[in-house]
């Protein structure tokens, strides 16, 4: 199995995804610059956090537009995995692999600070090492993270199983103070309806050594090898 | 020819920087403020040979691929000769 580590002019959190694969999951990774556009010899692709495009326009509008992702939309349509994390997840709602946007935080302020999520399904290719219901301790940096989405489309996530992940308190409670940003229903992340693609705000690939505060977030990278594994690539 | 594209957040989408900026201006008195809203605005000179109506559907659809997202914004679109 490959994972590949998409590289945006303004990614920030490129390394670190890096670090996680090799270290921590123990596989082979690459950096794919955004002007590259063959896919073919990977099986996971991870779409990091940082300002791409330094934000302008949106969170995710510009690098929507870079050469790879006209691959990645393909490489998703084949069934390959993707993970968008925060810039990652803005760039996919962005491209519409993701329904609904993300917006400016409910307080404005860029929150930085580690928040509980609750797992709500661990039947995903990114969470199957993950028990449901269970809470994580796992980081959020960002200014625009509020997810929004219309009635319809919030009504079909919810039946489809699709929010993966939402804000909770230590205890798992999904409250309304425990909800960082304003997202609509707690929402932390959520998948397509193929389950081959998760976008999430908060950042699990800096929570995978305690020495960093938590390894919480070790596990999402961990189901993903896993998922890899049983399909024998 | 210039095109003036005036990008909003549909109505309901809710607009923390326009509620704060309602905030401050009521805080320096203005009264009988009932909502604020921001958007965004963007002027694009387009080369002098084209039709109105071709440069208009040129702004229309960059404003619909690029300068707004349709799941949150609305946009409309102004051609000066």
């Keep these: 199995m490959k994972f590949g580590v998409i590289v945006f002019p303004g990614s920030n959190c490129d390394h670190d995804a890096y670090h996680v694969i090799s270290k921590h999951v123990g ?16 099986d996971a692709v991870i779409i990091p956090g940082g300002f791409s ?9 510009l690098a929507r537009f870079s050469p790879v992702m006209a691959s990645v939309k393909e490489f998703a349509a084949r069934g390959g995995f993707v993970l968008g994390i925060c810039n990652g997840f ?22 930085c600070e580690h928040v509980h999520v ?18 994580r301790r796992i980081p959020v940096a960002h200014a625009e993270g509020n997810y929004v989405c219309d009635d319809r489309t919030l009504e079909e996530l919810q ?7 939402r804000y909770c308190d230590a205890r798992g409670n999904v409250t309304d103070e425990s909800n960082p940003n304003g ?24 929570a995978c050594e305690d020495l960093l505060g938590s390894s919480d977030g070790r596990d999402i990278f961990r189901s993903l090898a896993a998922t890899l594994a049983a399909a024998h690539v | 020819m210039k095109a003036k594209v005036y990008v909003t957040l549909k109505p309901g989408v809710l607009d923390p920087q326009g509620k704060a900026i309602q905030h401050s201006v009521e ?13 965004k605005y963007f002027e694009i000179a387009l080369d002098g040979a084209l039709a109105e109506s071709e440069a208009r559907e040129t702004a229309e659809r960059m404003a ?5 997202n349709p799941v949150i914004e609305d946009f409309r679109v102004e051609i000066e000769g």
């Design chain 1, 27 to 42: 596989q082979p990774v690459d950096f794919i610059w955004h002007r590259d556009t063959n896919l073919s010899s990977y």
């Design chain 1, 53 to 61: 495009y330094g934000d302008y326009l949106r969170a995710g509008a």
């Design chain 1, 90 to 111: 803005q760039i996919l709602a962005e491209a519409g692999l993701l329904p609904g946007a993300l917006i400016r935080n409910r307080d404005l302020h860029f929150v």
């Design chain 1, 118 to 135: 609750r797992v709500e399904n661990s039947d995903t290719p990114f969470t199957n090492e993950l028990e449901r219901g269970t809470v």
């Design chain 1, 159 to 165: 039946r489809e199983e699709r929010i993966i992940f």
């Design chain 1, 183 to 206: 997202s609509r229903d707690n929402i932390a992340g959520i998948c397509n309806r193929e389950r081959n693609v998760l976008g999430m705000m908060p950042h699990p690939e800096r």
């Design chain 2, 27 to 39: 805080l320096l008195g203005y009264d009988g403020i009932a909502d604020v809203r921001q958007g």
């Design chain 2, 64 to 68: 619909h691929e690029v300068l707004s």
